[in-house]
Structures are given as C-alpha cells and as structure tokens.
C-alpha cells in the first residue's frame, strides 16, 4: 500500500485548509484511516481517525469541532477538511493505513503504511 498526502499549505489563523490522502491497491475500502501530526520537536499525535465505512468518526479532543475526516473509497482517498485553524496546528501532517484494524485506534503502532507527510503552517 502507498498512501500520497498533499494540500498542505500556509494560511492565515482561522482560514480553512483540506488535505488529501491517495492510496494504491484495491483494499482501501478495508482498511482504517488516520491522520497524524508532528510539530518540531514533538512526538507524533492522533488526529482523526475514520473506520472503513465512513461510518464512524474518532477525533483527538484539540480539533473536535473544527475538523472532519472523510473518505472515499471510490477514489481511494482520505480527507481531512480542517476549519478555524490555530497556530498550534502548524505540523506535518502524515496519513495512516491500518489494513488490520475493525476499530479506530489512535497508537500509532497499529498503522503500518504511511505517506509522506504534508506541511501546515498557521499564521497568527
């Protein structure tokens, strides 16, 4: 599996930015997807999370709200629509694949595919 992250950008505190997650192979629809982030000098974090169905949502308690995870697994992508951004959201953000996974799970651990990461920088 190959997952291609991208729309990552530099925007203004309270704008909007959407990222993508492109995923090879024909088993996308199986799989969880997540979304993480790192900031410099911190440890990668959960963001969102969705199941293979669309069904089901899990998001990390800072971005409640303002976030929304989506997926269509016609196109094999994910989405992540981020609204009301902080500066505190400036990291790089990584999509993950969980190709064993029935539930969402934020431990990194269990997602075994990766893409690239994608910047987002928030301006005060």
């Known amino acids: 599996v190959q997952l291609q992250a991208s729309g990552g950008g530099l925007v203004q505190a309270g704008g909007s930015l959407r990222l993508s997650c492109a995923a090879s192979?024909?088993?996308?629809?199986?799989?969880?997807m997540a979304w993480f982030r790192q900031a410099p000098g911190k440890e990668r974090e959960f963001v969102a999370g969705?199941?293979?169905?669309?069904?089901?949502?899990y998001y990390a308690g800072s971005v409640k709200g303002r976030f929304t995870i989506s997926r269509d697994n016609a196109k094999n992508t994910a989405y992540l629509q981020m609204n009301s951004l902080k500066p505190e959201d400036t990291a790089v953000y990584y999509c993950?694949?969980?190709?064993?996974?029935?539930?969402?799970?934020?431990?990194?651990?269990?997602?075994?595919?990766w893409g690239q990461g994608t910047q987002v920088t928030v301006s005060s």
């Open positions: 993950g694949a969980d190709q064993n996974g029935r539930y969402i799970t934020p431990q990194m651990t269990n997602y075994a595919f």
């Open positions: 192979g024909r088993a996308f629809s199986t799989y969880v």
């Open positions: 969705i199941n293979w169905s669309g069904g089901s949502t």
